[in-house]
């Protein structure tokens, strides 16, 4: 069955440290992958996504990802966060020729000042 | 330039009546998707609409119908609303095969009592 994994519910980092946002995906065929974000109320802005080539993704707001085949994962990635990068972050999966996205369960992230 | 816009932004209604949810695509877009966004969870996939048709659709039953129109637009309708209708109602835009991804409204928030 598809799926996307999300392991860590709620993730707290301090302002300025490092980020990594895990998520694993279960789909046989070559997957389209996204990484979306969404403040208390709004909707979900697209963050980053891959659908071939290079495997390390750039995308705004200084956040990266990498698209590991072998682990059947694409984890989220920002150098030094900021107070505003609190948000709720959500890894999905393009499945049926990308027609609909399978989504994680979200991570929350809290930044400590 | 106009993102996807969605309205109304709150609703409530009873158990048992119907609701018409609507969204316009942000400018260049054809395909239009519709989630179910729980609180506390993902979206779930609704149906994605293309050249006034379903497309595909998700595992949600009958009660939940569409429509797309000739200017891409398009609603969503729920008939013999229950308590556990009650979510935000995200509405997404796309090129074909969501080929550039997908762009997001704000979402409806729905309220079943």
């Known amino acids: 069955a598809q799926s996307v994994t999300q392991p860590d519910i709620h993730i707290t980092v301090s302002e300025g440290a490092s980020l990594e946002l895990r998520c694993n995906y279960s789909?046989?065929?070559?997957?389209?992958l996204f990484w979306y974000v969404q403040s208390p109320g709004q909707g979900l802005q697209l963050l980053l996504k891959?659908?071939?080539?290079d495997t390390l993704v750039q995308g705004i707001k200084g956040f990266e990802a990498e698209f590991k085949r072998s682990q059947s994962s694409f984890n989220l990635r920002k150098p030094s966060v900021h107070w505003s990068d609190a948000a709720e972050y959500f890894c999905?999966?393009?499945?049926?020729?990308?027609?609909?996205?399978?989504w994680g369960a979200g991570t929350k992230l809290i930044i400590k000042p | 330039d106009a993102g996807v816009t969605q309205s109304p932004t709150h609703l409530i209604k009873t158990r048992g009546q119907q609701v018409t949810l609507r969204c316009s695509p942000k400018s260049g877009h054809d395909t239009v998707s519709w989630y179910q966004q729980a609180l506390g969870q993902g979206p779930q996939f609704i149906f994605q609409y293309y050249e006034e048709e379903e497309r595909q659709r998700g595992n949600f039953p009958d009660r939940f119908s569409g429509h797309q129109f000739p200017n891409y637009s398009s609603e969503l309708n729920v008939n013999a609303l229950l308590l556990g209708d009650s979510a935000l109602y995200l509405c997404a835009s796309s090129y074909p095969l969501g080929s550039d991804g997908y762009t997001f409204g704000s979402g409806t928030r729905l309220t079943v009592v």
């Open positions: 789909y046989g065929a070559t997957p389209y």
């Open positions: 999905a999966v393009g499945v049926d020729s990308n027609y609909q996205l399978i």
């Open positions: 891959y659908f071939s080539g």
